[in-house]
């Protein structure tokens, strides 16, 4: 065949070559556009968020309800108990520290002044020894020496005066139960609050209480679930900030320093307390979201509303409203938490579609 008829065969050739080479790239790319779109697609949500008059409804299909395992219970209406709203503050232990660490180095220093008078002592005993033997010390060393028994004497009477100020000032600042852990090298109590396993906690009991300051108080935080505060002793030193008998209390509970407590007092006080009859949210239906703690009750089928609750009534971890629920109504006693989620991830996921 001659290089002309190749020529002329692959002209004839080319347009079609070219056309199937256009039409696989437009096949490729809209190929590709549909994969895209497909993984750009939102993916529908388990979950429905409406504002109904200020609060937040969740629609949750059945499969989430199920992961969720939500479980309900009817709230009980409920009366005020009597006792009053006690609050307390998180205590900074520098200053407790700082007690056992002077103490411990007051310990070391009377250890080694009673040495050193032991020593002097033995000396002495021995120059008086050898002088009395005709002599054999001289009167400046066995003078020497009664010098020196006396200043090794002093000081472990100057160690002992200083490490009983020691003593003194942590008992007047802690009481003797909490000033003895400090003072004790091998305290467990002390080592459980230095490594904030425990925090130690002042609560105030207002002006007027009759009995004594109860063993354990369930107590609330801010953003905290409801814990347990046991009773130490009573505290030397009142509250500046509340007037009232102070008691030392210690919580196995995540609070920062300087952080507030409250807690429901069993005990007979003179304040005035709500008289209005209400509902009893069980601790199992509260969960925290902004430093507030709040209730999911059931509103219909597969609907939530998340209703704030007034933490100014705590009881033994539950919480006595009387504004926002009623006798009767569903509480979310289980899966309440998965539910807060259920509605952060809602929220996130209308956020990115309207963007």
Known sequence: MSKRALLKGFLLLSPALLAALVLGGFLLSRSEQASEAERETPVSSPVRIALENGLTTLTVDEAAQTRSGIQLQALNAAEPTAGATVYGTVLDLQPLTDLSSRYASGVADLDSAKATSEAARAELERTQTLFADVQNASLKALQAARSANAAATAKVKSAQASLGAIAASARQQYGATVAGWALSPSSSELTRLLERREVLLRVVFPGGQAGAAPAVLKAIGDGV??????????????????????????????????????????????????????????????????????????????????????????????????DGFAPGELAVVRGAQLLLSEESRAQSGSQQENE
Not at 247 to 274: C, E, M, N, Q
Not at 277 to 299: D, E, F, K, M, N
């Open 225 to 322: 679930a409801a814990f347990d505060a046991r009773l130490i002793s009573a505290a030397p030193q009142v509250d500046p900030g509340i007037q009232g008998q102070s008691y030392f209390y210690r919580a196995a509970a995540p609070l920062a320093t300087g952080a507030r407590i409250s807690a429901r007092a069993s005990v007979t006080v003179a304040v005035k307390a709500t008289t209005k009859a209400g509902v009893l949210i069980p601790a199992s239906a509260i969960v925290w979201y902004g430093g507030q703690p709040w209730a999911y009750v059931r509103t219909g089928k597969g609907e939530f509303q998340r209703r704030a609750i007034d933490p100014h009534f705590p009881q033994d971890g539950d919480y006595f409203v009387t």
